[in-house]
């Protein structure tokens, strides 16, 4: 399974609602050119796309192919994308995380209390808003003042 081509085919609105269609029934190109009020050729296309990246197969039924869904495929992408929401973020220290020099210094701070500058560098502009906002931002050595 090639995650890029995937994600890269259903990134496409009309390829998705064709995804959508063809998840609840098996479809020709002509049937999903009415649905969709699309050229066939343009469905074609899409259909392509969807095929090279192993969502669809295809059944030929008298003259017409009649496409399916891989689910396969659609599980082994949610799995990945299980895997990917499980990552546990590490603290970054200046070693670890290839910081130039000036990063060292505005960043992987040694005091307890970010200043301003530092922590709207290092976290965003709308870090310190609210009373936990401060504690998400593991990755960096300050600490939220009490």
């Known amino acids: 399974m090639n995650r890029m081509l995937i994600l890269k085919a259903i990134a496409d609105e009309t390829r998705m609602k064709i995804l959508m269609l063809l998840l609840r029934h098996n479809y020709c190109v002509r049937a999903l050119a009415r649905k969709l009020q699309l050229s066939e050729g343009a469905v074609s296309q899409h259909l392509k796309v969807l095929r090279d990246a192993g969502l669809l197969r295809g059944k030929k039924k008298g003259y017409f192919m009649h496409y399916d869904v891989n689910r396969d ?3 082994e992408l949610a ?61 960096c050595n300050c600490q939220k003042s009490k």
């Open 73 to 75: 495929a659609l599980h």
């Open 79 to 139: 799995a990945d994308i299980e895997a990917l929401s499980c990552i546990e973020r590490e603290i970054c220290t200046p070693e670890t995380g290839g910081c130039s020099y000036t990063e060292q210094e505005r960043c992987h701070v040694k005091n307890q209390n970010c200043s301003d500058e530092v922590r709207e560098y290092c976290h965003g502009k709308d870090s310190g808003k609210g009373e936990n906002s401060h504690e998400q931002y593991r990755h």
